[in-house]
């Protein structure tokens, strides 16, 4: 009964650290291809013809948090906008902002966007015009890894790799510490029983 006991702790011990050395190795893979291509990109990095935009402002909470990032659409027709979209527009050569259009003005051939953040109590003070218009909000949105997205474009982002690496060490040296100290421990046990034998014969 021990002995079975014993089989199906060292088979679910077994199971465990494969499950933890596979999770290590995604999560290490993972963080150095976002590294990678958000090195290669020179910006946010893009899949599938969407770009990942970090949201590091509330002011369209609670739909999309703090510390977000969020897939938009570069391929963007103004024309076809409509109250109600989310657009990422450049209020000024360095900022982008992220607000839901709350009207749309069209005077000739000009095209003008109001828009507010959600969690705004007013409308933006300047309206939008048609070309400031950068991406259009897809609705996909992951919480507080645009932190993470943020770092890894600063220049020190390459830091990122050395956590799951330096986890991946540990988790390693101590399943070869297992694997040694049960390896020792059978040699001891017959160490022991050839001494007792040796005293038995002796006696």
């Known amino acids: 009964m ?18 933890l050395t596979g999770l290590l190795m995604v999560l290490l893979l993972t963080v150095a291809s976002a590294v990678v291509i958000t090195k290669i990109s020179g910006g946010e990095p893009q899949f599938f013809g969407y770009q ?3 949201v590091l402002s509330g002011s369209m909470e609670p739909g999309i948090q703090t510390g977000s ?47 507010k953040g959600d969690n705004n109590n007013a409308e933006d003070m300047n309206p939008v ?17 645009g932190y993470f997205v943020n770092f890894a474009q600063s220049k020190n982002g390459a830091l990122l790799l050395l956590i799951p690496g330096f986890l991946l060490l540990i988790h390693s040296v101590v399943t070869l510490w297992r694997v040694f100290a049960q390896i020792e421990l059978p040699q001891k046990k017959q160490a022991t029983v050839v001494g007792e034998e040796s005293g038995n014969r002796s006696s």
Request: no cysteine; glycine share 4%; hydrophobic share 40%.
């Open 129 to 145: 015009l048609s070309e400031n218009v950068v991406a259009q909000y897809s609705g996909f949105t992951i919480p507080y890894v």
């Open 2 to 19: 021990r002995a079975r006991k014993t089989s199906k702790t060292k088979i679910m011990m077994k199971w465990i650290n494969n499950l």
């Open 52 to 54: 990942l935009k970090t």
């Open 69 to 115: 990032i969020i897939a938009v659409d570069l391929d963007v027709d103004a024309t076809k906008l409509q109250v109600g979209d989310v657009i990422t527009f450049r209020e000024t050569e360095e900022m982008l902002i992220t607000h839901r259009i709350t009207e749309v003005v069209t005077s000739g051939d000009t095209i003008l966007f109001r828009t």
